[in-house]
């Protein structure tokens, strides 16, 4: 995969618009655009900074490895509601954990 598709599929997976990406790295978002349009290359230097923000190898980003260890957190791959819920459950004992699973799997059995 080519550095733009990595960075935009990097993008899509964490939900972040490309303001929010331009913002983060302290760009424009016409170039965060043009770097996943082909349009642009970035220095060694935005290689790294954008490398760093994602938790990934520079090598990963430019396609010269097919995958990479980096790993994405419930934070970066649930909407609002499900950080809430997994903010909540993680607050919670081992055994009402286990509760709160078992009434989950009772509703989606009833359909609700």
């Not at 016409?30 to 970035?42: D, F, H, N, T, V």
């Amino acid at each position: 995969m080519k550095f733009e598709e990595n960075l935009k599929k990097l993008r899509s997976l964490r939900g972040i618009s490309q303001a929010t990406l331009a913002e983060a790295l302290n760009v424009s978002t016409g170039l965060i655009g043009m770097y996943e349009a082909g349009k642009r290359r970035p220095s060694y230097e935005m290689l790294e900074t954008i490398a760093d923000y994602f938790n990934i190898s520079i090598d990963y980003l430019t396609g010269k490895e097919s995958s990479s260890l980096y790993y994405l957190t419930p934070e970066d791959i649930l909407d609002d509601q499900e950080r809430a819920f997994v903010a909540e459950y993680r607050k919670m004992s081992a055994t009402n954990r286990g509760l709160v699973l078992q009434m989950m799997k009772e509703l989606n059995k009833s359909g609700g």
